[in-house]
């Protein structure tokens, strides 16, 4: 067999293995109401979480603001999520402080959304990291969300830590996202 031959051969699985994975990728961020998705990444002195919400789940709407009273409320979301310290409380043993916090909703003008949909279905997603002196030692976080939003009803969440990979769902009223073995 050629290099050549090799090459296609190998595109060409590199293709049928890739569609239904993107497939199966796009199926996992579906745009469902009253759910926010978080990707929870304990490593060295850092836990990230990655969120994935549908935008009317913190706003009440899914465009962009077209009113004052709706651009207060944009504002006020805004400002609420890049105080993620205080909607993501980190196990104290593990001693964390808020570091970067990237936010994306193309609807209210925050960066590029990863699979944006139409203008009828706006989300919002963001990034949290903190900056820990002992984040392997982190067992839970309480997500505040139920509290500061109407919108979400349950929080889907896969954490990876030291401890091991977990899945976690959290209904109303519920805040303590804990894993270990």
């Known amino acids: 067999m050629?290099?050549?031959?090799?090459r296609l051969i190998?595109?060409?699985?590199?293709?049928?293995?890739a569609t239904p994975l993107a497939a199966f990728?796009?199926?996992?961020?579906?745009?469902?109401?009253?759910?926010?998705?978080?990707?929870?990444?304990i490593e060295g002195?850092?836990?990230?979480i990655e969120m994935?919400?549908?935008?009317?789940?913190?706003?009440?709407?899914?465009?962009?603001?077209?009113?004052?009273?709706?651009?207060?409320?944009?504002?006020?979301?805004v400002a609420q999520l890049r105080a993620a310290d205080q909607l993501f409380r980190?196990?104290?043993?593990?001693?964390c402080k808020l570091g970067p916090v990237t936010l994306r909703s193309p609807a209210l003008g925050l960066g590029q959304a990863e699979g944006e949909a139409s203008e009828g279905h706006a989300?919002?997603?963001g990034t949290f990291a903190f900056n820990c002196t002992n984040a392997a030692a982190a067992k839970f976080i309480d997500v505040g969300l139920f509290g500061a939003f109407k919108g979400p009803r349950q929080i889907d969440a896969q954490i990876a830590s030291p401890?091991?990979?977990?899945?976690?769902s959290l209904k109303r009223p519920a805040e303590r996202l804990a894993w270990s073995k």
Do not use: M, W, Y
């Not at 050629?2 to 090799?6: A, E, G, N, V, Y």
């Open 2 to 6: 050629t290099l050549t031959s090799r």
């Open 10 to 17: 190998s595109l060409a699985l590199t293709a049928l293995v």
């Open 25 to 41: 990728a796009q199926a996992q961020r579906a745009h469902v109401h009253g759910q926010v998705r978080l990707e929870v990444a």
């Open 45 to 48: 002195p850092t836990v990230v």
């Open 52 to 77: 994935q919400s549908p935008l009317d789940n913190f706003t009440g709407f899914e465009r962009a603001p077209r009113t004052d009273a709706e651009k207060k409320t944009a504002d006020a979301v």
């Open 90 to 95: 980190i196990d104290p043993v593990a001693n």
């Open 123 to 125: 989300d919002l997603d």
């Open 163 to 168: 401890q091991g990979q977990f899945k976690r």
